[in-house]
């Protein structure tokens, strides 16, 4: 065996007493045993390997948010527990000054989960919010449904609307009817639990149904233009519970927490370096 080799065996620190395993050579002063080395190799490549599916995982979750962004809302898919509404009139106001305005919805509470709310036509189900000039929730809103379900007329669900990703409440249609849609967080009511408790995540649907031949001004897609439907009052509104998150999102974090636990099980001893 050449001179080279002999030296390439030595160990700064180490003897090694190892026959038949032909020694190789690491960068940083450390040497190791061929399998050794093979097998730091793989647990390197493995590394890499995890730590590019799990941003491929990241970067595809946050393709699909921003792909969803606009859309988020139009999505809705109604489910229960609800809250319907019916002979609802819709109004929006119009400040140019401020350049958003007031968004109200207002009719009575009609039916939950599909059965006639008791006393139904005079319990008040009414939603506010205040919109922007681009269509972005601005302020905030609020969603209050009165009824009685069994104990008496009370507050049976109240909620307060947030934004979908892009910040937008939706308005869509042909000019006739029209659907606004809106997301809300469960704040409070007798049916609070049943809607998932305090900071449960919900959705409405609203059907305006403008009527021109009763007086209503519709909604043109402009929220720079007031409109209403309070000649007709025959629009039908839906509150309802949203899924809890994806899997997508829970397997994703799985994914991050494996990651991190074979970082720290798998990490080379100080003193390796591979070229």
Known sequence: MSKNTDRNKVVSGLTPELEGEESF????SVT???????????????????????LFGVFSLVAISQSKA?????????GLPDLTGSSVGVSYTYN???????????????DYNGVGVIGSGSDPY????????????????????YGNVGPGDNLLLSGNLTPGAAGTAFGYGDGGNELFQFLFTVSGGSLES????????????LNAEFDRSAGDHPFT?????????????????????????????ILLVSAGVLCMVARR???LPRGITFS
């Open 70 to 78: 606009a859309t988020d809302l139009p999505s809705l898919t109604q």
């Open 265 to 267: 099980r798998l990490t």
């Open 221 to 249: 897609g402009s929220w720079t233009s007031n409109f209403d439907s309070n000649g007709s009052d025959s629009g039908i509104i839906n509150a309802f519970a949203l899924p809890v998150p994806e899997p997508s999102s």
């Open 32 to 54: 190791g045993s061929v399998p050794t080395v093979l097998s730091l190799e793989m647990e390197r490549n493995f590394m890499k390997t995890l730590r590019l599916l799990v």
């Open 25 to 28: 050579f690491v960068e940083g």
């Open 96 to 110: 140019a000054d401020a350049g958003k305005g007031a968004f109200v919805a207002s009719g009575y509470t009609a």
């Open 126 to 145: 009414t939603l506010s919010a205040t919109i922007s000039s681009g269509g972005v929730l601005a302020g905030g809103g609020t969603l209050n449904i």
């Open 194 to 205: 049943v809607f998932g408790g305090s900071g449960a995540a919900g959705g409405i649907i």
